[in-house]
């Protein structure tokens, strides 16, 4: 990709009160996937989750893996707790991504 002054050519740059309320506004529409969000607001989907992500505390593109036994304490319970109900809405978009694929193929089935 050809760089300008360092920076990817066709890179977008997003002020910091942009990203927070992009983030504050998936997490306040239950049900609403990260790709909804961002085409509501015309950003591409793997930005949104990476501003989510690090809003998480979490580096792009890793995955958080379960606390071990020996890490667990007051507040790595909350850690814990929270990093759970991450990997829930997680698994919640992906089921709903395929129960909506498998009404779409059922329906592409039907003759």
Do not use: C
């Amino acid at each position: 990709m050809v760089q300008e002054n360092g920076v990817p050519v066709g890179m977008k740059h997003y002020p910091a009160e942009f990203k927070a309320d992009a983030v504050a506004l998936y997490r306040s529409r239950p049900g609403a996937t990260i790709k909804s969000v961002a085409a509501d607001l015309g950003v591409n989907t793997e930005t949104l989750r990476n501003w989510t992500r690090a809003v998480d505390g979490r580096r792009p593109g890793v995955r958080s893996e379960p606390l071990s036994a020996a890490q667990v304490g007051g507040d790595d319970v909350q850690a814990e707790l929270a990093a759970a109900r991450r990997r829930i809405r997680e698994l919640e978009e992906e089921r709903d991504i395929l129960r909506k694929a498998a009404r779409y193929f059922a329906t592409e089935t039907r003759w």
